[in-house]
């Protein structure tokens, strides 16, 4: 007979829970624990009374759970290409030492034969961030692929770049579209959402290519400190994209919602730059429990001037720790049935789905100056 060893203890109600906060504070409010965070507003303690109804369903399974664990994301190596010989032996030498995307920082197009020589792209991402040419970037990859005969549909990655935007005739080849640094989340989430209809409405003029575009975005968060909020922001993001395509009038499936989350560049002043190590662990941990499609770990190089390949191996193996040490790839959405990061999550979508609707009420983003935009997060 099965033992239910928790059986003899009651459940505490909340009430019970706030008269013992109460009775500690001697007379002081309760109302002076509450805080407030980058917009984000919480209370001094959470209970089942204050998950939303219903829980939303975050995630799906890995199709190829046994071969790479029932929760997958994509371990970047950034290699800035400056030589194609040169970074494509980068790119092989992180490919066989856990990377499975690389996404190459470029100047100007470059010589694929060269740049991915030995590099079965069906089996690995290869994403690209370039200033300017990007359509003639595009071009070339695309005709590279067909060159070597390789399934369209088997490549994937992502372009990034501040030209106009387009989509690559490679049907899993994303556009990088990422958010702007904002002390407010809520303002920040919602911002990068008007972002995307601007770029959608100018790019479409059928519900066909909206849903084409909607599934062809990669989108981008950059990871701050706090542990908690990155993740609720993250869960939030991909809430609020469903509700986006909602709007325009059809469902997106979870899968075709591709988030990606990038690291900063660790050039902020420090009493300790190993600190950084630690600081890039921590925002791996909060990106991958939100359910980030894709982890993007800027090189350590000014920590190791004399020896750039020892910073570029750190970068990488944050995520082969994370999943061989932490098994972060082992369940699939931790953070679900959290009270407080339930609460919280619910409390970003409506607040960010309310400042979005005030960024369109005025016209949309490109009608607004920064002083507009700012001035929403009062």
């Not at 099965?2 to 059986?7: G, I, T, Y």
Request: charged residues 25%; negative net charge; glycine residues 6%.
């Amino acid at each position: 007979m099965e033992q239910r060893l928790f059986d003899d203890f009651k459940k505490p109600a909340s009430t019970a829970w706030q008269n013992q906060i109460i009775k500690e504070l001697k007379g002081k409010p309760i109302e002076e624990l509450n805080w407030e965070i980058a917009g984000a507003e919480g209370k001094p303690f959470y209970t089942q009374e204050d998950l939303p109804s219903p829980l939303p369903q975050l995630q799906i399974p890995n199709h190829q759970s046994e071969a790479f664990g029932i929760r997958n994301w994509v371990n970047y190596q950034v290699i800035e290409v400056s030589s194609e010989k040169e970074a494509n032996e980068k790119a092989l030498l992180a490919l066989n030492s856990g990377a499975t995307g690389i996404l190459f920082q470029l100047k100007t197009v470059p010589n694929f034969d060269l740049l991915l020589k030995d590099i079965l792209i069906h089996y690995c991402h290869v994403s690209f961030k370039i200033e300017q040419e990007a359509q003639s970037l595009v071009s070339a990859y695309e005709a590279y692929v067909k060159a070597k005969g390789i399934d369209e549909k088997e490549v994937r990655g992502f372009l990034r770049s501040h030209e106009e935007s387009f989509l690559s005739k490679l049907p899993n080849f994303r556009f990088f579209i990422s958010e702007e640094k904002n002390d407010n989340v809520n303002l920040g989430l919602a911002v990068l959402l008007a972002k995307t209809i601007d770029l959608v409405d100018a790019s479409t003029t059928t519900i066909e290519e909206v849903q084409a575009w909607f599934k062809r975005i990669q989108f981008n968060l950059n990871v701050g400190e706090s542990y908690f909020l990155e993740i609720t922001r993250h869960r939030a993001l991909r809430i609020l994209v469903g509700q986006l395509a909602n709007s325009y009038g059809f469902e997106l499936a979870l899968n075709d919602i591709q988030i990606a989350s990038s690291s900063g560049q660790w050039n902020e002043p420090t009493k300790d730059e190993y600190n950084y190590l630690l600081r890039a662990t921590t925002e791996a941990m909060t990106a991958i429990i939100g359910g980030t499609n894709a982890v993007i770990i800027q090189p350590f190089h000014h920590l190791f001037p004399k020896n750039p390949a020892q910073g570029e191996r750190i970068a990488r193996n944050i995520s082969t720790i994370l999943k061989d040490e932490s098994y972060l790839d082992k369940t699939l959405d931790p953070s679900a049935g959290s009270y407080y990061i339930e609460s919280l999550t619910a409390q970003l979508v409506e607040k960010t789905w309310a400042t979005l609707q005030q960024i369109e009420a005025k016209g949309g983003l490109k009608n607004l100056s920064e002083n507009d935009i700012n001035a929403l997060a009062l």
